[in-house]
């Protein structure tokens, strides 16, 4: 099994940028994919990003392409996370999984996950 531990989240006002990470232990991971997800109060827990086992596809959820970037740094068995142009809708709790897989370009979550950590923007 992959331990997980997300860092960085914070509070930043709207139209702001924040860049979160996610540290792997007890093992490596370059050889399969990895995502975030994001669940905010009364809402399911939904995909933000997901990127291929040594970063060559990124894939997102509607709401934040062209905002969001996400990244992975085998060597250091760690994934970021850069969020730009943040809204007050980006507020959550983000997470990351492993080991993902993907089927048809849809990345299905692995059974590992994070502890979560919180991001919250202001207006």
């Known amino acids: 099994q992959v331990q997980l531990v997300e860092s960085g989240g914070g509070l930043v006002q709207a139209g702001g940028s924040l860049r979160i990470s996610c540290a792997a232990s007890?093992?490596?991971?370059?050889?399969?994919?990895m995502g975030w997800f994001r669940q905010a109060p009364g809402k399911e827990r939904e995909f933000v990003a997901g990127?291929?086992?040594?970063?060559?596809?990124?894939t997102y959820s509607d709401s934040v392409k062209g905002r969001f970037t996400i990244s992975r740094d085998n060597a250091k068995n760690t994934m970021y996370l850069q969020m730009n142009s943040l809204s007050p809708e980006d507020t959550a709790v983000y997470y990351c999984?492993?080991?993902?897989?993907?089927?048809?370009?849809?990345?299905?979550?692995?059974?590992?996950w994070g502890q979560g950590t919180q991001v919250t923007v202001s207006s």
């Open positions: 990127i291929t086992s040594i970063g060559r596809i990124t």
């Open positions: 007890g093992s490596t991971l370059t050889k399969y994919p």
């Open positions: 999984n492993a080991p993902g897989k993907y089927d048809s370009g849809i990345y299905y979550a692995g059974d590992s």
